[in-house]
């Protein structure tokens, strides 16, 4: 938390229903916000490991950087070659 602090960002942990209490509605509406967020990385996370294309055993961090960087750029490779596959608007 002081690490957070000290970087100018605030904490973004979901926070449980007090009980016998609804749920506020700021709150709730910053669980959907990070729920979506988390969706579209996750997604992508699974998408990498189910091909398993996202293998990463290297030694060091900065290899495993290199790594995760290009199993990153080949999804975005595929990712571009199946929107030009579809075509454009007839």
């Known amino acids: 938390m002081a690490l957070l602090d000290r970087r100018g960002f605030r904490p973004g ?4 229903k007090p ?3 609804p749920m ?10 990070r729920a ?3 969706s579209l990385v996750e997604h992508v996370f699974a998408t990498q ?3 398993k294309v996202l293998v990463v055993r ?3 961090l900065v290899c495993a950087a ?3 960087t290009l199993s990153d750029l080949a999804y975005n490779m595929r ?5 030009k596959g579809r075509g454009g608007p007839a």
């Open 49 to 51: 490991k189910r091909g």
């Open 19 to 21: 009980r016998g209490k």
């Open 66 to 68: 290199a790594s995760i």
């Open 24 to 33: 506020p509605a700021h709150i709730v509406r910053g669980h959907a916000t």
């Open 58 to 60: 290297s030694i060091g």
């Open 13 to 16: 942990f979901q926070r449980g």
């Open 79 to 83: 990712c571009l070659v199946s929107i």
């Open 36 to 38: 979506r967020v988390r």
